[in-house]
């Protein structure tokens, strides 16, 4: 029997949250991802002599092979990129733009009212993402860092229970599209739970990156194949538009939080949101309030419905329109939007509440990968196809889909996100970086429109409330994914008592059980000193992996 001093020991932080993981510590690296398989790759590469930024790019292409549902090399990536040795971080766009014949005349002319099919489909960005990260930051060459992605392709991998589920439930979507069945069943069906899958056109994809860089994707075979689908669908993709397609590097923006820089990838995406969010969240004294308390959550739905309100009104490409960033996040206009939080009730309309385009963005299918290596770097990179394995739409012998990242314009004149030729979509994938003295966190939490919001939540649950990073993700979260009204998901980690409060302000609670995909899921990293720490969240089949001591191979 434990002994009388066993009995009083404090409880854990944790068990106020949740009972969960605990985070991974080593004095080596750590790669955090949404599925085992992944982050061993980039623990593997770590052990070879890579760093941050070779392990993430080796984590997400096996991602983008074991849960082509999630991502894929036909699909868009960001990136924010900190150097220990320098103390800066770095931030990368990879997301596509669309064609240059495509406009909004030519929707329009199709009497659709939303961006769909062939015109959803806007350039990949991952594999010129991989290549400008790897030739700035990396130290191993390409065919290194694919050799795992080809592998698994080729030789097949176990279906992950997640995976499997999800697999077959979008899977359905496209089960008559030309290509898709034949690419993502086996034998006539979908695979099941712990049924070797394997993917040999995917194989041969990765070995011409692998062999030629990003001209392997976007000349050659692959890119005709994808231009050649475009035109049989009728789409306007051209050779040109692929071929002189660039990423682009891009200075963080960012805010102070409580003494934390919390720092996140500018327009065209919604980091933003999350940003204007703390910055009216640090009017308030949430440490006071509690956690999970109803005055808490209270102040940072109201907080959420006013951030989003703002990222509708301004954020498009800022190539095509002014975002005036710099005055978004002064202090002076937190002030002005947390004044407008009534601390009683709740707020059921805020505007604008309303674009076309924006409330008919898919929940989005994203992987996030934070990877830090012994040296202290950090690489949060976060990648998507974002619909259910994107478009769905196959390119003749490439074993992957192609986005439909289209779908998040606008067709509104109006606003800053209208499409228009060779643009940018507004983005939802956003990595998230805070860093406060020796300690620096890498971080991402997936899931659509939700990022931006769960973002915040997890910040002020380390800052706020004290967790560590585990505990910052286990945490019981809210989503609200509409802009009108004062409908709210609460996961029910959240105490009744707190929900009881939310509805008598006014509020439209919805009580959400564990793992509810509307709240998406994360991982973390953290350097601070010579220890490292890993977390990942067990609302998905994600693993934080520790770099091994010494390199084993066979």
Same mark, same amino acid.
């Given at each position: ?15 106020? @949250? ?5 985070? @991974? ?22 052990? =070879? ?11 997400? !292409? ?20 900190? &150097?220990?040795?320098?103390? =800066?971080?770095?931030? #990368?766009?990879?997301?596509?733009? $669309? ?15 939303? &961006? ?25 060459? *390409?065919? @290194? ?16 229970? %997640? ?51 990003? +001209? ?20 306007? *993709? ?5 071929? %002189? ?7 963080? &923006? ?7 820089? @919390?720092? %996140? ?15 009216? *969240? ?24 006013? +951030?989003?309100?703002?990222?509708? =009104? ?14 978004? #996040? ?8 947390? =004044? ?25 299918? $994203? ?40 779908? !998040? ?50 910040? !002020? ?5 004290? *967790? ?76 934080? &992996? ?9």
């Amino acid at each position: 029997m434990p002994g009388a001093a066993s009995q009083t020991l404090p409880l854990r932080a944790a068990s106020l @949250v949740t009972v969960g993981r605990s985070r @991974v510590a080593t004095q080596l690296g750590i790669v955090a991802a949404a599925q085992p398989l992944a982050a061993q790759a980039g623990a593997q590469v770590l052990a =070879r002599g890579g760093n941050a930024v070779d392990a993430a790019i080796a984590t997400n !292409a096996v991602t983008g092979v074991v849960e082509p549902f999630m991502n894929g090399i036909g699909g868009d990536l960001n990136a924010l990129i900190y &150097i220990s040795k320098t103390g =800066r971080l770095y931030g #990368l766009n990879a997301t596509g733009w $669309t064609p240059a014949a495509l406009t909004l005349e030519h929707i329009k002319s199709q009497r659709e009212q939303q &961006i769909v099919g062939i015109d959803a489909v806007t350039v990949p960005g991952a594999v010129a993402g991989w290549e400008a990260l790897r030739s700035r930051f990396g130290r191993l060459p *390409m065919d @290194v860092l694919l050799a795992a992605a080809i592998h698994y392709a080729e030789h097949g991998f176990p279906v992950s229970d %997640e995976m499997a589920y999800w697999w077959a439930h979008a899977g359905e979507l496209f089960a008559n599209t030309p290509g898709f069945a034949q690419t993502y069943q086996n034998a006539g069906r979908w695979p099941g739970a712990g049924e070797v899958f394997r993917n040999p056109n995917l194989a041969s994809s990765l070995r011409l990156i692998a062999a030629r860089g990003p +001209a392997g994707f976007y000349e050659g075979a692959i890119a005709s194949a994808i231009v050649a689908l475009s035109r049989q669908l009728g789409g306007l *993709m051209s050779a040109q538009d692929l071929r %002189e397609y660039t990423p682009e590097w891009v200075e963080p &923006i960012s805010i102070n939080y409580r003494g934390w820089t @919390v720092s %996140e990838l500018p327009p065209n995406t919604q980091g933003i949101a999350a940003l204007i969010m703390l910055g009216i *969240m640090e009017r308030f004294d949430l440490s006071k309030k509690g956690f999970h308390s109803p005055e808490a959550l209270h102040i940072m739905i109201e907080a959420k419905k006013l +951030a989003y309100a703002e990222m509708l =009104r301004y954020v498009g490409d800022p190539r095509f329109s002014d975002v005036p960033t710099e005055r978004l #996040l002064s202090r002076e206009h937190a002030d002005g939007l947390a =004044r407008r939080i009534d601390l009683t009730r709740a707020n059921c309309h805020v505007e604008p509440s309303h674009l076309s385009g924006f409330s008919n963005i898919p929940s989005g299918e $994203t992987t996030y990968v934070a990877a830090i290596d012994r040296d202290g770097n950090i690489a949060s990179l976060i990648q998507s196809l974002f619909g259910h394995f994107g478009s769905g739409l196959i390119p003749a012998g490439t074993g992957f889909a192609l986005q439909n990242r289209g779908v !998040a314009f606008s067709l509104s004149e109006q606003s800053p996100n209208v499409l228009a030729p060779r643009k940018r979509p507004f983005h939802t994938i956003i990595p998230g970086f805070m860093q406060k003295g020796r300690a620096q966190i890498g971080f991402g939490i997936m899931r659509g429109l939700n990022q931006a919001q769960a973002q915040a939540q997890f910040v !002020a649950n380390v800052v706020d409330y004290g *967790m560590d990073i585990q505990q910052a993700l286990e945490a019981g979260r809210f989503a609200k994914l509409t802009f009108e009204g004062c409908d709210v998901d609460v996961e029910i980690l959240v105490p009744e008592k707190t929900r009881s409060e939310l509805v008598s302000m006014g509020h439209q609670v919805r009580v959400q059980p564990l793992r509810s995909e509307l709240f998406g899921f994360g991982h973390a990293v953290m350097g601070s000193g010579a220890v490292h720490f890993g977390a990942s969240e067990p609302r998905w089949d994600g693993a934080a &992996i520790p770099e091994p001591t010494g390199l084993l191979s066979r």
